[in-house]
């Protein structure tokens, strides 16, 4: 009765992370504020930081205690979390790469300002860094465990699927969404959202690198060739990714995902208004603003 209480509340949270990041948008679009580096960085903390500690004080006030996974992880897993990040991060642009081309645009960032800053450390600090660690701190250490009590994968699923809706972006929902899941597995599996911060900066960081390299080359005609590319680096690297999970899987290096049906899954969806709200605001951000 406790965790579907306290999931009940984590629900909303989402939805006020989105309510804080469209404060913002609608500050700046109104000249209120400037975006500035430093405003930019509060835009990447407070919206999650706030809600975050939120999630705390309600475990605190239910009862409840989540697992935190805030610790390290073991060791023997580094090439596998390396792997499966560069393959995670390449999948993330190729799926939104494909949903672009299927509506006819062209790809295009998630990080629209990052053209503006013109120190390159300054941009992977506010894209890369600052967005990787409380995002992961919220999605995967906070909003997760507090699902869990619904089934493992529902826990993970739930986590991707309001991670993905939060960059209110329909260019950008298919790639968030499988990320997520990815970065979710990390985090039970390893017991720790270390590696899921890892695997999230480094997409970031690699969006913001094909970004670059996609607008400056895009009048020579090289896209469908580096499509093409990408798409064999991501089977190597998750050929790669597999050989190595079986590894740890055979020498019980990491924890096996405990199977959860569609009961779990659907129940949580079902009486979890916050949910539903999120994705009225996603509605509404790509529809109308």
Not at 135 to 164: D, K, M, N, Q, Y
Not at 172 to 188: D, F, I, R
Not at 237 to 255: D, F, I
Request: glycine share 10%; proline share 4%.
């Amino acid at each position: 009765m406790k965790r579907d209480r306290l999931s009940f509340i984590v629900s909303f949270m989402p939805a006020l992370c989105m309510a804080f990041m469209l404060g913002f948008e609608l500050l700046v679009d109104n000249r209120i504020i400037d975006r500035v580096e430093y405003m930019v960085a509060l835009a990447e903390v407070l919206p999650f930081l706030i809600p975050l500690l939120l999630i705390r004080l309600f475990q605190r006030m239910t009862g409840g205690e989540q697992e935190r996974r805030f610790g390290g992880f073991t060791r023997h897993a580094v090439p596998f979390v390396v792997l499966i990040s560069l393959t995670t991060a390449v999948l993330s642009f190729l799926l939104n790469a494909g949903v672009s081309m299927l509506v006819g645009g062209a790809p295009e960032s998630h990080v629209p300002y990052a053209d503006s800053i013109g120190n390159w450390g300054i941009a992977l600090l506010l894209v890369a860094v600052l967005p990787s660690i409380f995002e992961e701190f919220f999605f995967r250490g906070g909003v997760l465990p507090a699902f869990e009590g619904h089934g493992t994968a529902t826990a993970i699923f739930v986590s991707a699927l309001t991670f993905a809706l939060i960059h209110g972006n329909a260019y950008n929902l298919v790639g968030p969404l499988a990320a997520g899941m990815v970065y979710g597995y990390l985090t039970y599996t390893l017991g720790s959202v270390w590696p899921a911060v890892f695997a999230h900066m480094l997409n970031n960081g690699l969006y913001l690198l094909l970004g670059h390299v996609t607008r400056s080359y895009s009048t020579l005609g090289i896209w469908p060739y580096f499509l093409l590319a990408m798409v064999f680096l991501m089977g190597l690297l998750l050929w790669l990714s597999m050989g190595s999970l079986k590894s740890l899987l055979s020498r019980g290096k990491v924890k096996r995902l405990k199977a959860g049906g569609i009961k779990g899954l659907m129940s949580c969806l079902l009486f979890s208004p916050g949910l539903w709200l999120l994705a009225l605001m996603y509605i509404i951000k790509i529809a109308y603003l």
